[in-house]
Structures are given as C-alpha cells and as structure tokens.
C-alpha cells in the first residue's frame, strides 16, 4: 500500500484558508482551500484523500475532488451527516470563507491503476475520489463508463456536470426513480481487464463485491468512508502479544481488549493516526515479522494475506511477536 501515497505531504501543523464555499447537491458543500501565502500545494494522484483537522480529537478524511493538475487549490466536498461525530456538522455550519483550517496528507490508498478499461460505480458522497478519476482517464482516452446512484436527483452532487459533459457514459439512476443499481447488469456488460472502482454506502460496496465474484477476469477496487470490521466485532480479542520495534529494539506489550496503536501511545511512541476506525491508512505499518489480525476496511484481501503490512489502529497480532519496521 505505502507505493500509493504522494511524495509531498503536509505534517499536520499546516493550515489552509478557505477560499470558497459552496453548496454542490442538497447536504452537499465544497471547500475549495488554499495556502495563506499564496504558496504551491502538495502534488496528489485521484483517489487521494485530505485530513482536516476540526478540532481537538476531531480528525476527518474527505476525498480531494478538485483538478490534480492545480497546484493553487485543493477541493473537497462534504456530506451533511445528521447522525455522525460531528465533523460534517463543524464544516456545514461552522467553516466559513476565510477562516484557516488545519490539515494533513493528501495520502492516497485508492490508487488509480493502469487498466484498458474502467467502470465507476458512485453511491452518493462516494463520487468524490471518482471524480478526479474520471477526468485522468478521460484525458488518457481510455475507455470508461459510470454508474452514479443517489437517494433523489438533487442529492447527487456534480452529477449533472458529468452527465452534461459525458452524455454517453455516464448513467445517473436516483433511487427514487430507478430503484437499486442494477449492477449485476453493469459487471456482465464489462469487458475482461477492466478495472472498477467503486466508493459508496456499505450495502453498495457489499452488493458490487458480491457482484464481481463471478468475474475474476476483472479487477474490483473499493474505498470505505466507514469501517467493514471493527475491533469490537471481532468474536475473540486474543491474549497478549508482543510488538518488537526493529529500528529501535524496544519491545511493546499489547494487552488484550487494545489494539497495537493502543500499546505504542500508551509506550510514549509518536506514531501516526487519523481516524482510529482502519478506514483512512494514516497508521499503515510496514510488518518484518509475524502475522497481523488484520481488521481494517483498507487492504484488500490480497493485501491482508501477504502480510507485509498493517493498519495499526484497529488490528492486533494473530502470532505472540509482532516485528514492526519502527
């Protein structure tokens, strides 16, 4: 995974202003932010993802929306979510033009890989790191096609921008006049090799993995905005297991019932995290040794099985040592 984020990140003391802010759908805005003093921003690749930081404990991981090539602005859009942790709730109707927000990254770990074809499936909010992706492809003359879903029309933020630009590829089915994707209809209709992204609610992710499990001749990619598995649906927490630190030689201690980032804040090791849910990859750990119990909504299963590396905030270890390259 480490292969996927951009060279040029910012460390999280950096701020940003809000240049505009605007309504994209209903319960949609957009922050468009730049640097204060006017300076280039960080590099990024669709599919990359930017931290704000909204407060004390209040870490949030939106796509980046806007043109990869403008080095002045970076772009997110934000869902108004009525019954989330309150970070929706901070930039719909707190965040205003000109204020400074704190950030870090853009990290990308829903890289856009090279492919002769693509299908995008959006769901919602979830057409935001498609977006960006469309428009590399599209540049690329690729071929392409994507299949955007919404509970109603008005909800479906850049939808009509993209139909308008992309009559022929683009399908807009809004729930209330559609029903559910059809997706078993858009899997079948793909030609060998392509590649599907797909970002979305969970029941939307579930349904197109289910869906491509009779085509292994194409290759599905996901991103979550919430956790598949969290530590507290795992049936058993384990025993305790040791984490060695290879660079330093120190050795942590993981109790049962904590997580491996548990035991190295709790050890005094500055470790880096975000969301503490195994969704955004900010903890992402390179392992020497041993076998992690992998319990993030990042890796794929590919990934997972081969063990090289770990989303330290939700998982633990299924072997007594842990080799950490830290």
């Keep these: 995974m480490s292969e996927g984020l951009t060279a040029t990140e910012f460390a999280g003391d950096a701020k940003l202003r809000v240049a ?26 669709p599919g990359a993802h930017l931290d704000l930081i909204l407060g004390d404990d209040l870490i949030r991981q939106y796509s980046l929306c806007g043109d990869v090539n403008d080095r002045d602005r970076l772009r997110v859009a934000v869902l108004r979510e009525p019954a989330g942790r309150g970070g929706s709730s901070r930039v719909h109707d707190e965040l205003a033009v000109g204020d400074l927000v704190a950030v870090k990254g853009p990290r990308n770990n829903f890289p856009l890989v090279d492919a002769p074809a693509y299908l995008f499936v959006a769901g919602g909010i979830g057409i935001t790191p498609l977006k960006p992706m469309i428009a590399e492809v599209d540049g690329r003359g690729a071929e392409w096609t994507l299949l955007y879903g919404g509970r109603t029309s008005s909800g479906m933020a850049f939808g009509d921008v993209l139909a308008q630009s992309h009559p022929q590829r683009v399908g807009l089915r809004p729930q209330d006049e559609y029903g ?23 029941p939307l992710l579930s349904a197109i993995e289910e869906a491509c499990r009779i085509r292994p001749d194409i290759e599905l990619h996901v991103e979550r905005f919430a956790p598949k598995t969290t530590l507290q649906d795992n049936d058993s927490t384990g025993g ?11 050795t942590v201690t993981v109790s049962p019932g904590d997580t491996v980032l548990d035991a190295l804040l709790d050890d005094g090791l500055d470790v880096d995290f975000s969301c503490r849910e195994g969704t955004c990859g900010t903890c992402e750990q390179v392992v020497l040794e041993g076998v992690p119990d992998h319990r993030d909504s990042v890796l794929s299963e590919d990934e997972q099985a081969s063990n090289d590396c770990m989303m330290v905030c939700v998982s633990r270890s299924r072997t007594p040592r842990l080799v950490l390259d830290l």
């Design 20 to 45: 505009a802010k605007q309504v994209e759908a209903e319960g949609v805005v957009s922050l468009t932010l730049v640097d204060p003093d006017g300076k280039p921003l960080p590099s990024w690749e």
């Design 180 to 202: 559910l994707l059809d997706l078993d209809r858009a899997i079948a209709g793909v030609p060998a090799g392509t590649a599907v992204y797909c970002c979305g609610p969970e």
């Design 240 to 250: 305790p297991f040791d984490v060695v630190l290879d660079r330093s030689g120190r």
